[in-house]
């Protein structure tokens, strides 16, 4: 690497990989040999080792490119010495594999340990779209978040003050109920500024440039559908059209069902990025693992394949095209035998790039391993004679699934009466916390709300990413977790088959789309004994605890190596009945591990709305209700022997179907649903349940 370097200080200014190697040839005393060795990429090994030696330069900060091809040392290269800057271990950016402490610590110190890139002038998974692609997004990183301008137009678009109203517009106000995704952004963007649309029609474009789920078509008509409300006509460019035109990745099914999320993320992201320094920035602009931190750091809704998507877009000469994190992890361990000395580390990113650069070394250039003969080293290896189920991520298809969104203003419209600024804060602090309990007296509409809740979460309905289970006395850990079950095989003959319960079923299901939160439900989660059923599941559930490096040995572990941990996308949500006092409580350790949602009767005036549609004959009546199960719930929570928590909730006077005669319903309900509640409240004093009946009825 000194000599590259050396040479590049002759050169008066920016030069080519070959006027490099013609400038080094013209110093060193390399043998005709040397010169003539033929590598298996096609070129000279000279010329390939020079390449490689340029791209460690610059990451070490000593050269730098400032055109396509052309290079030229940096103040800081050209004070760099043998001895002081210029410690080179083997294995072309695998790090320091022989080097010594002090080489380690000069690695550590100029390449924040991992910080070393694919070499320049290679295609990103030999394909020859590639390039178009990173040009656009390079021009994104640098034009437009570095700096405050536009891809689309020449003017200053991506300043603070746009992105600002963006997130005043859409980032906030993303809750219209029951609307495409189409009609929200028609919706939310109808009074933001020329500026602010074509701000958010560029964002719109780092969403669908990389990704194989939309045809080329389809992505400018997005983009375009944006722009056409503005004053002055905004055209795509040219080399924008064609960028669309191609892909490095099918991002999954996120990318059609989640995409209002994920560009809500990409404003929060933009605006987070925009409060760094310049400094920080720049350094972001150049150095991948600091572009990490930032991404991860951002806040926003989680949407990991769209920040993993940045991080290829940014900076594709170190992160692969691959935004399934199962993928990364499973082409990881399958090549890291051959291609990643010392084996693998915790850092999944660094070590595909290690082995990356290893497989070029090896082959003289990049390889697609999305084809073969790669694809079976790894899309088709087999972990414990159990064939691996991983979505393809590479370009085959498209996927245009259609999703409506669902959120808290749905949840109202579908007939909650309960407040949505509570309703939303519950929401937040189960998206934080992982696991929720929705609590309250009987009749308050817990079920009812749970599946919803749920839908609110996931941001469209869905059934398949929701399973909902019951608990019961007799609930084990071998039914909720895993355990033993007795079974037929083909001959008739029974045997114990060890098997998955549905806490581990739809785990693993939410592990094969990790882009999409799932939902397991638990009806009367304290109906059985959750501290057994759940066993070190417990610990597992934890918001802190959803990582590989905190997985547990199960107690009934599949191999004698298997430990386990539950995806970072599985959320828990119980509901509890505090009012039956034949129920256990729940102990300190489940409940530091969910957080709980009161819910308390709601005869609020979205109820007395609704009951107006149910009772067109009775219209007077809906007050005495009104007011009649008030005074009754006032009973209740101030008797000493009850309390609050044996409130009557507005589900026993919420009818479903419209009724001809008022007073006969409310009779009724009174008689077969709230006279048996009473007289079992008041098991002790039958003259007092029977008089508020009475009362109640007059």
């Not at 400032?66 to 103040?75: G, L």
């Not at 078509?217 to 040219?238: F, H, M, N, Q, R």
């Not at 650069?357 to 003969?373: A, F, Q, T």
Request: hydrophobic fraction near 40%.
């Amino acid at each position: 690497m000194w000599p590259v370097l050396r040479a590049m200080k002759l050169v008066d200014d920016a030069a080519s990989p070959r006027e490099i190697e013609k400038a080094v040839l013209a110093r060193e005393n390399y043998s005709p040999e040397a010169v003539s060795e033929a590598h298996s990429g096609g070129t000279s090994k000279l010329f390939y080792e020079l390449k490689w030696a340029i791209t460690e330069l610059k990451n070490r900060g000593l050269v730098e490119r400032i055109a396509h091809s052309r290079w030229r040392v940096t103040e800081h290269g050209r004070q760099a010495t043998q001895q002081e800057h210029l410690v080179f271990g083997t294995g072309h950016g695998a790090g320091p594999d022989a080097a010594s402490t002090d080489e380690a610590a000069v690695w550590k110190a100029n390449s924040d340990s991992a910080d070393f890139a694919r070499v320049d002038g290679f295609l990103t998974l030999a394909r020859p779209d590639a390039p178009i692609i990173e040009g656009v997004s390079r021009s994104i990183l640098e034009d437009c978040l570095v700096g405050d301008g536009a891809v689309l137009t020449s003017d200053s678009i991506w300043t603070t003050g746009n992105l600002a109203e963006l997130h005043t517009a859409y980032v906030d106000g993303a809750n219209t109920p029951g609307a495409s995704f189409n009609d929200v952004v028609a919706t939310l963007l109808i009074d933001v500024s020329d500026a602010a649309r074509q701000l958010f029609a560029e964002v719109f474009l780092l969403n669908v440039l990389p990704v194989s789920n939309f045809k080329q078509a389809t992505k400018i008509s997005y983009i375009e559908g944006v722009l056409a409300p503005l004053d002055t006509p905004v055209a795509i460019p040219p080399k924008i059209i064609e960028a669309l035109a191609y892909a490095m990745f099918n991002g999954g099914p996120a990318f059609s069902l989640r995409r209002w999320a994920q560009i809500s993320f990409l404003i929060e992201f933009a605006e987070y990025f925009k409060q760094q320094d310049l400094q920080t920035r720049q350094k972001a602009a150049i150095k991948p693992l600091e572009m990490r931190r930032i991404v991860q750091d951002a806040p926003g809704h989680p949407e990991p394949a769209q920040r993993y998507a940045l991080l290829y877009l940014f900076h594709p000469q170190f992160f692969l095209p691959m935004v399934n994190p199962n993928q990364r992890r499973l082409l990881r361990d399958s090549l890291s035998g051959k291609y990643l000395a010392g084996g693998p580390t915790d850092d999944v990113d660094v070590d595909l790039r290690r082995i990356d650069n290893s497989v070029i070394h090896e082959v003289g250039g990049p390889v697609d391993y999305y084809s073969e003969p790669w694809r079976s080293r790894w899309l088709e290896v087999k972990i414990e004679d159990d064939k691996v189920d991983v979505e393809d991520s590479g370009l085959a298809g498209h996927s245009e699934r259609v999703a409506i969104f669902y959120g808290v203003a749905d949840i109202i419209s579908d007939g909650s009466f309960h407040d949505p600024a509570r309703l939303q804060q519950a929401l937040n602090r189960w998206k934080a916390k992982k696991n929720l309990i929705l609590q309250g007296a009987p009749g308050t509409g817990k079920t009812w709300l749970a599946k919803r809740l749920a839908y609110a979460l996931i941001e469209f309905q869905s059934h398949g990413e929701i399973r909902s289970v019951q608990f019961h006395p007799n609930t084990s850990y071998e039914d909720f977790v895993r355990g033993w079950r007795p079974t037929i095989d083909g001959e008739g003959s029974g045997k114990l088959k060890l098997t998955d319960g549905p806490l581990i079923q739809h785990a693993e299901r939410a592990r094969q789309e990790p882009d999409i939160p799932h939902v397991l439900i638990i009806e009367e989660i304290n109906r059985g004994n959750p501290a057994q059923a759940f066993g070190e599941m417990l610990t597992l559930i934890e918001a802190t605890k959803r990582h590989e490096r905190d997985a547990l040995t199960l107690s009934y572990p599949r191999s004698r190596t298997e430990q386990y941990w539950l995806p970072d996308n599985l959320y828990i949500l119980g509901t509890m009945n505090i009012a039956d006092r034949s129920l256990a409580l729940v102990d300190f350790a489940l409940r530091r591990r969910f957080a709980f949602e009161t819910l308390a009767p709601a005869f609020t005036s979205a109820w007395e709305t609704y009951l107006k549609t149910k009772l067109p004959q009775d219209q007077d009546l809906i007050a005495e209700v009104r007011q009649k199960i008030n005074a009754l719930n006032d009973t209740i929570a101030t008797d000493p022997s009850l309390g609050p928590d044996f409130v009557i909730g507005h589900s026993f006077f919420t009818p479903f179907e419209t009724q001809s005669s008022g007073r006969d319903w409310f009779d009724g309900v009174i008689d077969s649903e709230i006279a048996p509640l009473l007289r079992e409240y008041w098991f002790d004093n039958r003259e007092h349940a029977d008089q508020t009946v009475a009362e109640l009825k007059a």
